[in-house]
């Protein structure tokens, strides 16, 4: 077991710069979002689940018409904050509880005189892969759910529709069922500050998400290609951030977390 001096040495080889990966405390300040330009415009949202949220952010950001993605929790049964959501996933795991987790989400909200739904859900299909059920490349459990949630019928049917034209896409190319969870919005909860924004403050951050390569239908977009890359440390910036792994049985993660998170 680490003594707390050991932990203390193990910090004093970190840059002054350091970041903890989804345990930070302080982050830079992310670059200021542009105001509308006619306040009086009817703005829409959806919430979407892609895996980690930090990846999905910024790649629901690149949509034009798009004015804001935040980064949440939703459609769970339980409190929604960072740490709850990573509790009640050990749970989950060791089959102890029937509670449904949150999903890991970013709401986004859209100036609908300037795109679609439908071409927000195209980039949502294409940047992300929809059929590998309760997980997104590196990210496994069931808060990194592929996920739609919908306030009202034509969300839900659009979505519906998607899902119909992005299959048959993925059935050609010779990939699975889509897995993805479409239901009503039920809650929704913004996630911690420093988990929002995440990497326009921190480029050099970890972002698991990966797409088929497979197009939707018509579009005219580059599909993000093929799955994920693998965890690489040696691409981690080690001067600038601490990634913290959690075993399933560990006798001294409850100390590092306390003394040191």
Known sequence: MFSTRSLQALLLTLSLGLLVS????????????????????????????????WGAEKRMSEVEGV?????????????????AVLDHERAVKKGTTRQRNHAEVVKV?????????????????????????????????????????THGTAQSEIAQKTRVAYQQALTKGGLGTITTDIA????????????????????????????????????????TTTTAPRLDGKALAFKRQLVVFEAEECAFCKQFKAEVL
């Open 22 to 53: 989804a345990c930070a405390k302080e982050t830079p300040a992310a670059p200021a979002k542009p105001a509308l330009s006619n306040p009086n415009t009817q703005l829409d949202s959806i919430v979407l689940g892609m895996g980690c949220f």
């Open 67 to 83: 004015v804001d993605v935040e980064s949440g929790y939703a459609n769970g049964d339980i409190a929604g904050n960072y740490h």
């Open 109 to 149: 909200t859209f100036d609908p005189a300037k795109t679609t739904l439908e071409t927000v859900l195209i980039k949502f299909w294409e940047s992300h892969n929809p059929t590998q059920g309760d997980r997104q490349g590196n990210d496994v459990g069931t808060n990194y759910r592929s996920a739609i949630y």
């Open 184 to 223: 009503p919005l039920k809650n929704y909860y913004p996630a911690e500050t420093y988990h929002q924004d995440y990497l326009k403050k921190n480029p050099q951050g970890y972002c698991g998400l990966g797409g088929t390569g497979v197009k939707y239908p018509g579009s005219n977009s580059a599909a």
